[in-house]
């Protein structure tokens, strides 16, 4: 039903940024909110940002001021700048979105993307 390709994961220093996005495809009729999720080892996945489709956002409290969500409606593509990069924001990014198909809601993830800041 959806399709999600997940790119732009790496290693980089403390200090240093990457972007991250996230193109969905499928048959979809919309896509309503669009999200990024991290997860540490042995840890539970915890909300990143999350951006509506009409642009409002909502940021984790440890990203705030360092990472920006954004969308681009007509490629079906999320992205996620992260500025200032700590070594704990080393976890696996997932995509997250939420589609209209017919007169019903879904949810799916992308495949995740390693993000490793070394001090």
């Known amino acids: 039903q959806v399709q999600l390709v997940e790119s732009g994961g790496g290693s980089v220093q403390a200090g240093g940024s990457l972007r991250l996005s996230c193109a969905a495809s499928g048959s979809f009729i919309s896509i309503n909110a669009m999200s990024w999720y991290r997860q540490e080892p042995g840890k539970q996945r915890e909300l990143v940002a999350s951006?509506?489709?009409?642009?409002?956002?909502n940021y984790a409290d440890s990203v705030k001021g360092r990472f920006t969500i954004s969308r681009d409606n007509a490629e079906n593509t999320v992205y996620l700048q992260m500025n200032s990069l700590k070594p704990e924001d080393t976890a696996v990014y997932y995509c997250?979105?939420?589609?209209?198909?017919?007169?019903?809601?879904?949810?799916?993830w992308g495949q995740g993307t390693q993000v490793t800041v070394s001090s």
């Open positions: 951006i509506t489709s009409g642009g409002g956002t």
């Open positions: 997250h979105v939420d589609v209209r198909i017919g007169l019903s809601q879904y949810g799916d």
